[in-house]
Nanobody, 120 residues
Framework: QVELVESGGGLAQSGGSLRLTCTASRSILSFDVMNWYRQIPGKQRELVAGITVNAQAEYADSAKGRFIISRDYVKNEVYLLMNSLNPEDTGVYYC??????????????WGQGTQGTVSS
């Protein structure tokens, strides 16, 4: 059983920053990819950033140059530092862990989400 717990959401002003943390119940190096998603009411979750087991990071266009994904594999934590926030960044942020195995396929694990709200 894998548990992911997000924290660090809250209220920020436009131009400000938030730092989200995803804490995993097992080694994050056991996952191929760790992702952050954002969901706005009435819309599908969208990928914001991801980091591979080899520490390669990728970002959605909306996040490039403003957000930084990082990890601490000793603490089993993945972080999303969000800078230069604007109201369009408001949403529930979810952590997802992906494990790919040739024998059993792909397994996705989700956290419960943390709300981030940016005021104008």
């Amino acid at each position: 059983q894998v548990e992911l717990v997000e924290s660090g959401g809250g209220l920020a002003q436009s131009g400000g920053s938030l730092r989200l943390t995803c804490t995993a119940s097992r080694s994050i190096l056991s996952f191929d990819v760790m992702n952050w998603y954002r969901q706005i009411p009435g819309k599908q979750r969208e990928l914001v950033a991801g980091i591979t087991v080899n520490a390669q990071a990728e970002y959605a266009d909306s996040a490039k140059g403003r957000f930084i994904i990082s990890r601490d594999y000793v603490k089993n934590e993945v972080y999303l530092l969000m800078n230069s926030l604007n109201p369009e960044d408001t949403g529930v942020y979810y952590c997802k862990a992906v494990r790919r195995r040739t024998d059993i396929g792909t397994s996705d694990y989700w956290g419960q989400g943390t709300q981030g709200t940016v005021s104008s």
